[in-house]
């Protein structure tokens, strides 16, 4: 499994009347967490587009429990659990500073060839980054 946490600051603009965190940023927050992890193992998305691959989300799932609020600095913990092929999803649990969890989430997206738009296997630059950390592939 591989993990990141990466800690973002709820901005005002961000924020409904109540200010709350309006429900539709938190699915941003999930990318910011996702490409940090991917920087953290050495794949960028600019060294993906130079491989000629595309990552299109093909789902995404969220379970709110607690809204963040304007001025809070949210955890987005980012897992990769599983060794990606076609497919790969990204779980995520966000917390507030008081370390309460706010929401719960999956995306997944899968890998395209740009010229093509046909469906691609895992880059074997990508496979050779991440294989490390799941042990026998």
Known sequence: MIQADTKIRVRYAETDQMGYMYYGNYASYYEV??????RNVGVTYSELEKMNIMMPVIEL????????????????RTMLKEMPEMRIRFDYEL?????ELLNTGHVTLFFIDATTRK?????????DSIKGYFGEV
């Open 119 to 127: 469906p691609t296997k895992l880059p074997q630059e990508v496979y």
């Open 61 to 76: 799932a969220i379970k709110y429990r607690r809204a963040a609020r304007y001025d809070d600095v949210v955890t987005v």
């Open 33 to 38: 967490g996702r490409t940090e992890l991917m």
């Open 95 to 99: 917390y507030n500073d008081s370390e």
